[in-house]
């Protein structure tokens, strides 16, 4: 199998790739009116706070949308499609959005939970499976 994308990590989102690393699911939230975001970012979309903080969440969730794709978009995909990519409303934080890969056949509101899939030494993955 080819090696997938690597993501590289910010200063926003390092924090969430080394949780993940450690398979914890965490979400930002702004400190002073408690939206929960993501991606990471500096500033908080809804009241323009530079406040935040890392929460732990809990994996589960509801599949909001979903896209097949059966076009090869990078080499690092070519053995891969088609494949699913879900869009997930968290269960204890609702503003709060996730996309990953899914494996089965997505539906609206299908309950999901996060996978956390090692992919070599250095690299951990959520993907999405049903609940």
Avoid: I, K
Wanted: net charge negative; glycine share 6%; charged share 20%.
């Amino acid at each position: 199998m080819t090696e997938p994308m690597r993501p590289v990590p910010d200063r926003d989102s390092a924090a969430w790739w080394e949780a993940v690393r450690r398979h914890e699911l965490t979400v930002q939230v702004c400190d002073d009116c408690g939206t929960p975001r993501f991606p990471a970012r500096a500033v908080c979309h809804r009241c323009r706070s530079f406040a935040w903080s890392w929460r732990p969440a809990a994996g589960t969730g509801r599949v909001v949308s979903w896209v097949v794709t059966h076009q090869v978009f990078a080499p690092a995909f070519a053995g891969a499609v088609p494949y699913t990519v879900v869009l997930v409303r968290l269960d204890d934080a609702e503003d709060c959005l996730m996309h990953g890969g899914f494996t089965g056949t997505p539906s609206a509101d299908l309950p999901v939970r996060a996978r956390f899939d090692d992919v070599g030494d250095d690299l951990t993955l959520v993907n999405w499976v049903p609940a």
